[in-house]
């Protein structure tokens, strides 16, 4: 494997271990367990003394090159491939914290992030303050002696705020905090959180990464002593493994991640100016577009817009509800990173749990509907957009 290989590459050919076989595409290794020679081959297994697997728990052939694919791409030196993205994100928080440590994160997550850090967190002594990630002005003044972790997504689910990635990094290396980021919404290929300075990046394998709506995975990727040290034991003892048959999915779904998600953006970035010039649309939040608040840190953190859109309707929940009842192509689903186009109403959906003040705090008002533009033909969804929001009353 080389390492100057670039994404599109890497994506296709990186971490492929092949068998006996010779074969062209990755196999399944649907097994629980694995047999071994001798009795002293297992013991010097256990004793570490030898490579290979002991325990579809603790690792196994497809997830591992899963693994290694996932680290070439995002320049980490070690990952543990998990069932989902909740499970990467709470054993990445979990793994690393005990009673009497504090978390800082950004208060715009993704809903069960928030309810990691916010509700779960504190139920086993683990003190945690969330904050306008915006401004670093909040992440410094949220700073206890006791702070371990940093925890934020950029761009934020659903109205794609930004968060400076470097500049939360260099706050926490100040304290001897670790920074993880969940790079779901920016792809890594976009965004790389590792180079910008954080220690561990989650991702929900489930979006992008699969694309095309099959299984739930997720990733823990940093560097190979942090692993070591912290997540280790955590994911051999707490059980949260990927399946192979998922993991083989993935492989094959992230070998065309280039392809899919360069036509996303292309749509995202097409569907935003064309509702940006549209009289019932209030506004659009696009990362993609010179007009978002945040168009400054865009362009020093991330390589490419975004396959989400945000835009507010003025008809508030009433137009919303009209418009994507009324699109035809896209569906109604709460899903991204889909090859098909999906929308969705945070305010009754993803945020609906939210309280009508934290909702206003993170920009999500009744009339704000969120796009993950798939991969279909551009004019088809441009044209499904301008007769659905015909039918909107104005
Ligand atoms: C979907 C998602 C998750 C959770 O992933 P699952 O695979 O659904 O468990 C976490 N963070 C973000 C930003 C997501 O979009």
Not at 74 to 82: H, L, P, V
Request: with cysteine.
């Amino acid at each position: 494997m080389s390492k100057t290989w670039r994404p599109a590459t890497q994506l296709v050919h990186g971490g492929t271990l092949r068998s006996q076989y010779g074969e062209t595409s990755e196999a399944i290794y649907l097994t629980q367990g694995f047999v071994y020679e001798t009795s002293e081959a297992a013991e010097a297994r256990f004793k570490g003394e030898t490579e290979g697997y002991i325990y579809a728990r603790y690792g196994s052939p497809t997830n591992d090159m899963f693994e290694k694919r996932m680290c070439m791409l995002e320049g980490a030196e070690d990952a543990r491939a998990t069932a989902s993205g909740m499970a990467a994100v709470t054993a990445a928080v979990l793994c690393q914290v005990k009673a009497g440590d504090h978390i800082v994160a950004a208060r715009a997550l993704f809903g069960s992030c928030r309810w990691v850090v916010e509700t779960l967190a504190p139920k086993y002594g683990i003190e945690c303050t969330l904050v306008d990630g915006r401004d670093l002005a909040n992440w410094e003044k949220a700073i206890r002696p006791n702070t371990k972790v940093f925890f934020l997504e950029s761009p934020t689910n659903p109205t794609l705020e930004v968060v400076d990635i470097t500049g939360v990094a260099k706050l926490a290396n100040q304290v001897g905090a670790k920074v993880i980021v969940d790079n779901v919404f920016a792809t890594p290929l976009f965004q790389k959180p590792l180079e910008l300075g954080a220690h561990i990046v989650v991702y929900s394998a489930t979006k992008h990464i699969d694309g095309q709506g099959r299984c739930l995975g997720g990733v823990v990727l940093s560097d190979k002593d942090w692993i070591d040290e912290n997540l280790h034991d955590y994911f051999r003892h707490t059980g949260p493994a990927m399946s192979p048959f998922n993991a083989w999915t993935l492989l094959k779904g992230i070998e065309t991640l280039p392809l899919r998600v360069k036509q996303q953006t292309g749509n995202a970035a097409k569907i935003a100016d064309f509702l940006a010039e549209q009289s019932k649309v209030a506004k659009v939040i696009y990362p993609g577009r010179k007009d978002h608040p945040q168009a400054d840190i865009i362009a020093k953190q991330m390589t490419g817009g975004s396959t989400l859109v945000a835009f507010e309707l003025k008809g508030g929940k009433e137009a919303a509800f009209a418009l994507q009842n009324a699109l035809d192509i896209v569906k109604i689903s709460n899903n991204l990173g889909d090859s098909k186009s999906l929308i969705t109403h945070p305010a009754t959906t993803t945020h609906k749990n939210l309280s009508e003040e934290a909702r206003a705090e993170l920009g999500i008002s009744p009339g704000t509907v969120r796009l993950s533009a798939g991969i279909e033909d551009t004019d088809d969804l441009i044209e499904d957009f301008a007769k659905a929001l015909a039918k909107v009353s104005a």
